[in-house]
């Protein structure tokens, strides 16, 4: 089992730039996938964007060119850099888990609390 603790959010003006990190309690298993999701109210829970076990990244359109999704494995963490923040990015963002032991093994998937950012006009 894997917690995932995330910290970041909050309340900012149109044009700032927020920081959210999502850290893992354990070491997670070599192959697995980190993703960012985020809902707002009213409308549907949203894929961010998603990094690999080896690097690759994704962005919803959405997003593409202000955020940036990164990791350290170091420290078991990834985190989403929020630049140019618009009110229609105001949402519960969700850090998201997947990973498998191995390649024949079953797929497992954790959540982290959610956390909350606010963008004001």
């Known amino acids: 089992q894997v917690q995932l603790v995330e910290s970041g959010g909050g309340l900012v003006q149109t044009g700032g730039s927020l920081r959210l990190s999502c850290a893992a309690s354990k070491t997670i298993f070599y192959i697995n996938v980190m993703n960012w999701y985020r809902q707002a109210p009213g409308k549907e829970r949203e894929l961010v964007a998603q990094i690999t076990s080896e690097g690759s990244t994704y962005s919803a359109e959405s997003v593409k060119g202000r955020f940036t999704i990164s990791r350290d494995n170091a420290v078991n963490t990834v985190y989403l850099q929020m630049n140019t923040l618009k009110p229609e990015d105001t949402a519960v963002y969700y850090c998201?888990?997947?990973?498998?032991?191995?390649?024949?093994?079953?797929?497992?998937?954790?959540w982290g609390q959610g956390i909350q950012v606010t963008v004001a006009q």
């Open positions: 998201n888990l997947r990973q498998q032991r191995s390649v024949r093994a079953s797929w497992e998937d954790y």
